[in-house]
């Protein structure tokens, strides 16, 4: 499946990513800490789908951290109803997930994964409910967080900037989804003049679960090369 026609790709060299010409200093640094990359569409839903797709990948083999994340998401369907939203709204997605997780859990097939994630109505779906738990952590953590968003209105700009799909992902957007599922990201950024990459762990201090590739308001997933 080639990255063009799929929503998450097979995995690929991270040299896919250079240019054909002579790699900048970020792409040597790039390459000397990653080994690969898998791309994910630019259809202003990347961050939500690599986010779970990248978390999922990372616990595949760990049972008791799959039935966790189980656990977490099923409680969520909770908080979204005790937070006022119609359950008619979001059950549909919150079943979508679990599901997901379950046929991940049943099998352990990376094959599978990526097959549930190009499927676009299970793979919007997945990112549909990834997005009201985003709004809801945000709004019930409203004193916090408002002073990150620049809307005049905490309500509106969750209900126009992070449950729309196909809307751009913030950083306040990922603190909040990191906080909701517990889940530790790291994200490396491309973007600013400096020779080198600029490093991003949420929240700090903690042992990233997944790694993902910024550029060009734009995120792919990344695989660390072993440490010797």
Same mark, same amino acid.
């Given at each position: 499946?080639?990255?063009?026609?799929?929503?998450?790709? @097979?995995?690929?060299?991270?040299?896919?990513l250079?240019?054909?010409?002579?790699?900048?200093?970020?792409?040597?640094d790039? @390459?000397?800490?990653?080994?690969?990359?898998?791309?994910? #569409?630019?259809?202003?839903?990347?961050? +939500? !789908?690599?986010?779970?797709?990248?978390?999922?990948? @990372?616990?595949l083999?760990?049972?008791?951290?799959?039935? !966790?994340?189980?656990? #977490?998401?099923?409680?969520?369907?909770?908080?979204?109803?005790?937070?006022?939203?119609d359950?008619?709204?979001?059950?549909?997605?919150?079943?979508?997930?679990?599901?997901?997780?379950?046929?991940? =859990?049943?099998?352990?097939?990376?094959?599978?994964?990526v !097959?549930?994630?190009?499927?676009?109505v299970?793979?919007d779906?997945?990112?549909?409910?990834?997005?009201?738990?985003?709004?809801?952590?945000?709004?019930?953590?409203?004193?916090?967080f408002?002073?990150?968003?620049?809307?005049?209105?905490?309500?509106?700009?969750? !209900? =126009?900037e992070v449950?729309?799909?196909?809307?751009?992902?913030?950083?306040?957007?990922?603190?909040?989804?990191?906080?909701?599922?517990?889940?530790?990201?790291?994200?490396?950024?491309?973007?600013?003049?400096?020779?080198?990459?600029?490093?991003?762990?949420?929240p700090e201090?903690?042992?990233?679960?997944?790694?993902?590739? +910024?550029?060009? @308001?734009?995120?792919?997933?990344?695989?660390?090369?072993?440490?010797?």
């Amino acid at each position: 499946m080639e990255a063009g026609d799929s929503l998450v790709s @097979s995995k690929e060299d991270i040299s896919s990513l250079f240019p054909a010409q002579t790699p900048s200093a970020k792409h040597t640094d790039l @390459s000397s800490q990653h080994c690969s990359v898998r791309t994910v #569409r630019g259809d202003g839903n990347c961050f +939500y !789908r690599a986010f779970c797709f990248a978390y999922l990948e @990372s616990v595949l083999h760990n049972a008791r951290s799959l039935q !966790r994340f189980k656990n #977490r998401i099923i409680q969520s369907g909770k908080v979204l109803a005790s937070a006022g939203f119609d359950e008619s709204s979001f059950k549909h997605h919150l079943n979508t997930v679990v599901s997901v997780v379950e046929q991940c =859990q049943a099998d352990e097939q990376e094959n599978t994964l990526v !097959r549930l994630f190009n499927d676009q109505v299970t793979s919007d779906s997945v990112v549909q409910y990834l997005r009201l738990l985003t709004s809801v952590h945000l709004q019930n953590h409203a004193d916090f967080f408002c002073n990150f968003v620049e809307a005049p209105d905490l309500q509106v700009y969750c !209900r =126009q900037e992070v449950e729309a799909m196909a809307m751009e992902c913030d950083h306040v957007d990922i603190l909040a989804l990191s906080q909701a599922l517990d889940i530790c990201i790291h994200i490396v950024s491309m973007e600013g003049d400096e020779q080198q990459l600029t490093h991003h762990i949420i929240p700090e201090g903690s042992e990233p679960s997944l790694h993902l590739l +910024y550029q060009t @308001s734009h995120y792919n997933i990344l695989y660390p090369r072993a440490q010797l």
